[in-house]
């Protein structure tokens, strides 16, 4: 299992994608520091400026995660979207369940290899939003805050992985690349439905329509979800709800534990279907 764990970083350090990913979060962050030191306010004339810092740290935050989100997801689908099938259709994966090593574990392994590498990817990239934040926006949220945060940032990463690994056993990896792609798509329009639904004065039935479709979205893949619930403790903190900054309602703790039982149940399927599979 830890061969197969080294493995998959070595191939990820040579992959095109990881290189095209890191130049384009330098250029991002580049280009927040500048923006977030327009839009910020680091220190307000008088009190009747702090709702105006806070509303403008939270356009900050938003604006960040709203890059990071989707970097740590495309780095999490196409580095792991063709696992399975790609290297079952060059014959690589033959040779190597030819040798006396358990499916399970070489499966394991490129999870744990895929989720270790992308985790401390995202840890460094939720670091440089914050800081640069904090640096030019004013961000005083406290440490606690900050911490659950960042576990809702990086547990995106597992079941993005886990999913694109059981859908790389089903289809080629084409297809599984487009399979994710849409996927997570629908997840995202969940998520504008509801933050749309929050701004908008919808009357009834068309704000209770809105609101189910973006439940149902929201369910098929959680991922955005989690990431609304993470920008909503690092904008408002624990507790608070103001929906000027909130944009609609913000996903309850029943939501990230059915966010988690989704991620435990495609890792169980995947590793099921990958045991089944034919070589």
Not at 171 to 192: D, E, P, R
Request: glycine share 10%; aromatic share 14%.
């Amino acid at each position: 299992m830890t061969v197969m764990m080294y493995t998959t970083w070595k191939e990820l350090v040579r992959k095109k994608v990881l290189v095209l990913t890191l130049l384009l979060t330098v250029l991002f962050l580049l280009a927040f520091w500048f923006i977030a030191g327009s839009i910020g306010m680091r220190h307000p004339a008088n009190p009747e400026q702090l709702f105006e810092q806070f509303s403008r740290r939270g356009a900050v935050l938003s604006l960040g995660f709203f890059f990071g989100s989707f970097i740590v997801a495309f780095l999490s689908i196409f580095s792991s979207f063709s696992v399975i099938s790609g290297e079952a259709e060059q014959s690589t994966l033959q040779a190597v369940l030819a040798r006396p090593l358990l499916r399970w574990k070489w499966y394991l392994g490129r999870w744990i290899g895929y989720v270790v590498f992308i985790a401390l990817y995202a840890l460094l990239l939720f670091t440089a939003i914050v800081t640069i934040t904090a640096v030019q926006a004013g961000m005083t949220r406290i440490w606690q805050d900050i911490v659950y945060s960042l576990f809702l940032f990086l547990s995106v990463v597992p079941l993005l992985v886990s999913m694109s690994m059981l859908g790389s056993s089903l289809f080629s990896g084409i297809g599984n690349g487009v399979f994710m792609t849409m996927l997570y798509g629908a997840g995202w329009l969940g998520g504008m439905i509801e933050k749309m639904r929050g701004f908008l004065d919808l009357k009834e039935p068309m704000a209770s329509t809105l609101a189910n479709i973006a439940s149902l979205l929201s369910l098929i893949m959680p991922a955005d979800g989690i990431q609304r619930r993470m920008q909503y403790i690092l904008s408002q903190g624990q507790g608070r709800d103001i929906p000027f900054l909130s944009g609609g309602s913000v996903p309850s703790d029943s939501f990230l534990i059915y966010g988690a039982i989704y991620g435990i149940l495609a890792i169980i399927i995947g590793l099921q279907l990958f045991r089944r599979k034919d070589m």
